[in-house]
């Protein structure tokens, strides 16, 4: 059974718990950016670490300011990564490839994601990503927080039964309180702000005027703030599965946007699960499906099953409705979530139990989503939000509402938010699925409004996480948009659905 778990790693650990063309923000208020540093690096490539890796990646480590206020002070690595073009001779630049999350590594997508490109964008293009300052190769960020608090129970803020908070109270100042314990300074310095910094800090090291960039998930969040903030570096920019801007909310904003995105995808599921030829049917109707998840998800509510190595050690209703937000992530997880759902109805747990994040994933997740903007602190406004959500969307129970670790979060954002607009070169291109569990399309509108005449949308009437270049559920109207643009620099002259 596979189930991916998508923006599980970014939004997890956290829900435990721009600017003119000189380069300042326009923010909810003024956001300015990085001044020169004195001291940039040029990047000395050579062979990477790891394994099943193509061959001709290489690897770099660019030292960048831990505080760019002080360029001068403390300085933290960067792991850089790339493919160059494969005809030098037909090269135009470098396509960054920004990761997701907050908290996903990018320093193995120039083969990863990279082989996903046609070979024309290869050419002309060196492919480079990095691992975001905390992550990965990248110099470590850590709360050192217990394993029970990097279960995806305790990461989601699942209320209790009957919609509690109780419990996610307790969990989320503990979290909070550990990680100001052992965090230090570098967890302080983890924002999208700052990566969108670290992002130019590596367009210079190389050496490069302008940079092109794919942005998938929160990679497009980042991408539209260094838009925002350096629009004058930017090329060719596309941003894949596209996270709503709203500087009043950001990454909160994000969360409760799940409760639209599982109404926005389940009926795929369902009708998938109700077809006559589906190889696991759950019921004669979507409506059926339906039904059946919600009827499991209080019968487990009630008598959780004993699930030896997950953790806690129990299939419970919140782990069987995680695993269902996870399978919406992509078509390919149907199969194996409704072979959950039968085995479960039947009294037995899946024999594979889902990954926790690792520490320094939860640390960079949860650390950016509470350093990027405020986050209410009335206990009772999050007991009624809950209860509200429980009732309109009773799929994710009043998860995408309930109270983070943020709420207790010892510092505040240190920028504010930054304000999407219209102000800047006209060359972006956003991609993206009409029905998107983790980035739903209304949010993505969001982004397209906000850019204005900056930006042309390409939609793809399909349901999952990723629309160009996708394995699975891929688009060949969508990929032929991206790839034009990429090559020629032509976009749409209006906006357009792929069918």
């Not at 494969?86 to 920004?98: K, N, S, V, W």
């Not at 908290?103 to 293009?125: E, H, I, M, N």
Request: aromatic share 6%; charged share 25%; glycine share 8%.
């Amino acid at each position: 059974m596979r189930l991916t778990t998508g923006r599980t790693a970014a939004l997890a650990i956290a829900t435990a718990a721009t600017a003119s063309l000189l380069g300042t923000a326009s923010a909810a208020g003024a956001t300015p950016g990085p001044p020169t540093d004195p001291t940039a690096a040029t990047l000395s490539w050579g062979a990477c670490e790891g394994t099943g890796l193509d061959p001709r990646q290489e690897c770099a480590t660019l030292k960048v300011p831990l505080d760019y206020r002080d360029p001068g002070g403390k300085r933290i690595s960067l792991a850089v990564s790339r493919i160059p073009s494969e005809r030098p001779g037909a090269r135009r630049g470098t396509l960054l490839l920004i990761p997701g999350g907050p908290g996903s590594p990018g320093l193995d997508r120039p083969t990863t994601y990279g082989k996903r490109l046609p070979r024309s964008v290869r050419d002309a293009y060196d492919i480079v990503s990095f691992d975001p300052r905390g992550l990965g190769q990248s110099t470590h960020a850590g709360c050192d927080l217990d394993p029970a608090d990097l279960s995806l129970l305790a990461s989601r803020p699942w209320p209790a039964p009957g919609g509690d908070i109780t419990q996610n109270v307790t969990t989320g100042r503990r979290i909070a309180d550990t990680c100001a314990r052992n965090g230090g300074e570098l967890l302080r310095s983890l924002s999208t702000i700052n990566e969108a910094r670290d992002i130019d800090s590596i367009r210079r090291a190389l050496g490069e005027r302008k940079l092109s960039a794919w942005g998938v998930s929160y990679g497009t969040y980042v991408g539209s703030v260094y838009a925002q903030l350096f629009p004058e570096h930017t090329d060719r920019w596309v941003l894949d599965s596209n996270d709503d801007p709203d500087p009043e909310r950001v990454e909160r904003g994000w969360l409760a946007n799940y409760a639209v995105g599982v109404e926005d995808t389940f009926p795929d599921f369902a009708a998938w699960a109700s077809a006559p030829d589906s190889p696991v049917r759950l019921a004669d109707t979507p409506d059926g499906v339906r039904r059946r998840v919600l009827d499991l998800a209080a019968r487990l509510d009630a008598k959780p099953l004993p699930w030896p190595g997950a953790n806690p050690p129990e299939l419970n209703g919140n782990m069987l409705r995680q695993s269902m937000l996870s399978a919406l992530y992509s078509p390919e997880n149907f199969e194996g979530l409704a072979k959950l759902i039968v085995d479960a109805d039947a009294g037995k747990a899946p024999a594979a139990a889902p990954a926790d994040p690792t520490q320094d994933v939860a640390a960079v997740s949860l650390a950016t989503i509470c350093n990027d903007v405020e986050w209410p602190t009335s206990l009772s406004r999050y007991t009624r939000d809950v209860a509200a959500s429980r009732k309109s969307h009773p799929l994710t129970a009043g998860m995408p509402v309930n109270v983070t670790p943020c709420a207790f979060w010892h510092d505040a954002p240190r920028d504010k938010p930054v304000r999407i607009t219209d102000r800047g070169p006209s060359n972006v291109l956003l991609v993206q699925n009409t029905r998107d569990v983790a980035t739903p399309y209304s949010g993505a509108l969001n982004l397209r409004r906000a850019f204005g005449d900056r930006a042309r949308m390409v939609s793809v009437d399909a349901m999952g996480h990723g629309a160009a270049y996708a394995v699975n559920n891929g688009s060949a109207c969508a990929d032929r948009r991206v790839t034009d643009f990429l090559l020629t620099g032509a976009r749409p002259k209006h906006d357009v659905l792929c069918r």
